[in-house]
């Protein structure tokens, strides 16, 4: 386990340093930061005083290991909009994204297990059917598309849920979370149910085809032979060997589903993460560009470790603990 | 009253292009601790054969006709739950793979435990302490640190022992064990043999034995059957069967048998090879590769009496109508 959490280190430490390359180089090449800083009455020679003073002009290498240095100390620099440490102006955000994600995530969960299971049991059934077409449709909508439908739908024409927003956000153990007050709860929903939308036709799919395949195996047939029930055949026997990968694929999707929150905080005006890192985009507001980049990968690093030992609980053949 | 009685079975797959049969006409019937042995070449039926008793044939297939009966009660009328009382209880089964039988996520047992609890309201200590004595049975080496074990920490032989002590849990009456040995090491084999013998011996459980080795079943059982394109064409007792085969097909499966002290001599082989189940011949299925074929195999042959054994073949039933004849005109 210590070994595992020891290589992972390494592991994110290679990752990290190359989303600072990569969010650095973006930085450096996203327009003038002097046009930000400075107004239009300052003089040519002025400007390139000031970039000298700044060290805009010295070589990228040390102009990089200046922003990894400061990075390593927790300081993505300034948002020149915030006027406040990047950094802290995108964590003060993220309770309000992972809120998103995490009732995204259950949907999913709470909603493909059983219709992935169901659909490969009984293939021909009406219900099977109607999931797959379903699922097929699913996939191929936009994201906004399936929120701008949600909002006239539900809000504009049912007047049941507000169509943006967060609402009252309330705390759980000190974290400022949503789920805790009702309203918050009801503003959930339908931004949850859009960034589901993305996954979990994807989920629904792959768990049937794998629990398909899984059904055919050997040890089902052994399991029926030896004259299990079929409730225990289906849900011990055939799923667990059916979430494996399902596990694996899951932790790669909930990292990427980060990134979709952009388009699903636009259309909700959710303020989040994304949100916020789009009007930073049109603000060219660098600092805070990087800072996202940054967090989001290392987001994106810290869920693929929880999954990964997840996966190593539920597959024995995989050894966290010890080995060699 | 027999254990097993199967009677007319026949199995068909609803397939897009019609309906295949892969059994017809299988009649047999198995006594309280008789050992058969099932023979064929791949595709025959003999696997289908096994499933079929136990209701267990993979879509899209199903018994299209026939019975199977078990201590004189119809196995096709049973609903899914009392087929249950049956499978894993009375009757078990053993797989040709045992790296594919034993769930790779599940300890051995859980695995173990879970059969005896399906059958049994028993507690878990108690289940537990089953299994350990079946595993012993099985002569496992240190069986109670192979319980917490999982299927992939152990070798293809114990692997096998495994799955031969879940097929004993519940002291069943039959065995149906699917080619055990198939995918075993050649000296595993023989030992593995040896156990089920010993084990159905001393327990007094009948053996459906489902094999291509003809050495195994002369080895383990007492009569023997040779399936052909889904049709049982010999079957009686397995030394007449071994040392004195009747029909076409039998005599060359033995013959391609390697044999001791017979050195530099190219084995025999069947020619040809079993058509599809699509494709069979009008007739008698082998027809097309037998050397004796002539006119009259165009008609499915019945089964003809020829010592012990029960043979259909055209050619063995005029040889034997020949000798009684003669013996008639000898008496005469």
Known sequence: MFAFLIKRLAQAIVVMFVISIISFSIQDNLGDPLRELVGQSVSEEERQALRDELGLNDPFLERYLRFAENAVQGDLGTSYFFKEPALQVILAKLPATLDLVFGATIIIIGFSVPLGVYAAIKPRSLLSKLVMGFSTVGISIPVFLTAIGLIYLFSIELGWMPSYGRGEAGHIFGWDTAFATTDGLIHLVLPCITLASIMLPLFIRLIRSEMMEVLQSEYVKFARAKGLSPTRIYFLHALKNTMLPVITVGGVQIGTMVAYTILTETVFQWPGMGFLFLEAVNRVDTPLIVAYLIVVGAIFVITNTIVDLIYGLVNPTVKLFGGK | ?332
Not at chain 2, 310 to 329: F, G, R, Y
Request: hydrophobic fraction near 40%; include cysteine.
């Open chain 2, 1 to 332: 009253m027999a254990l097993l009685d199967v009677k007319n079975l026949e199995v068909s797959f609803g397939l897009r292009s019609g309906a295949v049969k892969a059994l017809r006409d299988i009649n047999f019937s198995l006594e309280r601790g008789e050992r058969i042995g099932v023979v064929g070449e791949s595709g025959a039926g003999k696997s289908v054969l096994g499933f079929s008793i136990l209701n267990l044939i993979s879509q899209p297939g199903r018994i299209s006709a026939g019975d199977v009966r078990f201590e004189g009660k119809s196995l096709q009328n049973l609903n899914d739950k009392d087929m249950r009382t049956i499978r894993g209880n009375r009757i078990a089964m053993i797989f040709q793979d045992p790296m594919m039988t034993l769930n790779p996520v599940l300890t051995i047992g859980d695995q173990m435990i879970e059969c005896l609890l399906a059958h049994r309201q028993i507690s878990k200590a108690a289940a537990r302490k089953i299994a350990l004595q079946k595993l012993m049975q099985v002569q496992i080496p240190s069986p109670e640190t192979r319980l917490d074990q999982y299927p992939h920490e152990l070798s293809g032989g114990m692997r096998q022992r495994i799955v031969i002590a879940i097929g004993l849990l519940m002291d069943p009456d039959l065995i149906i064990a699917d080619e055990p040995t198939t995918a075993l090491d050649v000296t595993i084999q023989a030992e593995i043999m040896e156990l089920m013998l010993e084990l159905c011996e001393r327990n007094n459980v009948a053996l459906i034995l489902i094999t291509h080795d003809l050495g195994v079943v002369s080895q383990v059982t007492q009569r023997t059957m040779v399936m052909y394109a889904g049709r049982v064409i010999e079957q009686g007792p397995t030394n007449e069967i071994i040392n004195d085969a009747q029909h076409p097909y039998t005599q060359g499966l033995i013959n391609a048998l390697p044999q001791m002290g017979v050195r530099g001599e190219r084995l025999q082989q069947i020619r040809g090879s079993m058509p599809s189940l699509q494709a069979i011949p009008k007739g008698c299925a082998f027809s097309n590769r037998c050397d004796y074929a002539s006119e009259r195999c165009r008609v499915i042959p019945e089964f003809t009496r020829s010592g012990g054994c029960l043979v259909a073949c055209h050619m063995v039933e005029e040889l034997v109508a020949q000798s009684e004849n003669k013996a008639q005109d000898g008496g005469a």
